[in-house]
């Protein structure tokens, strides 16, 4: 069996990750290739584990881990995984662990100029942590400009549509380049 493979996309809040992951998955299912998507923040949503807290990755790992032995049970062998940070090397051996030590990783960071990440962040924040996911998106865009790994495809996303992010994401895959990895029946 070929080795699982995870596309990583991380980027400051307010940058569109979880937009441009469901384009990327339309872009594949219109070609039928197999894969699953995971929201990474889910992974971890509990009271308490503060940003930090050791039990707040140990509950992800712990999550994808059973998310993906139920995907690859099923013959899936790709993964769309969207979190901030998934792409620094820190957080590399979650996922050897939970999709095996041969995972193939491809990282890509979306970026955006703090207008950008701010016009954004307002228009979706309704409530009281407006300010803290404005401090919190300029903190990590330093964190993933220093600290991600020189493999790691960075893709700007001011000014530019869904689509057009979604096409060179998709080709930091090679995805649509082969149909291996399809489950039984798709």
Known sequence: MDPAEVL??????????????WEVSARLRAANVAHCVVEGDFM????PAPEGDPRRRQIAERNLTA??????????RRLIYTQTVSVLPENEGMFRRAMGAEVRL?????????????ERLTGRE??????RELESSARKARILEEQAPLDTVRVA??????????????A???????TSGRPAGA
């Not at 971890?44 to 009271?47: D, G, L, N």
């Not at 032995?69 to 013959?75: I, M």
């Not at 930091?172 to 082969?178: D, F, M, P, S």
């Open 67 to 76: 998310l993906w032995s139920n995907y690859e049970e099923l013959g899936y």
């Open 44 to 47: 971890a949503q509990a009271h």
């Open 126 to 131: 309704q409530g009281s942590e407006l300010d």
């Open 172 to 178: 930091a895959t090679g995805w649509l380049a082969t």
């Open 106 to 118: 491809v990282r890509v960071v979306l970026t955006a100029s703090d207008a950008t990440a701010r």
């Open 8 to 21: 990583l996309i991380g980027g400051r809040a307010g940058v569109g990750k979880t937009t441009v992951a």
């Open 157 to 170: 996303t001011d000014g530019r549509t869904v689509v057009d992010l979604a096409r060179e994401v998709v």
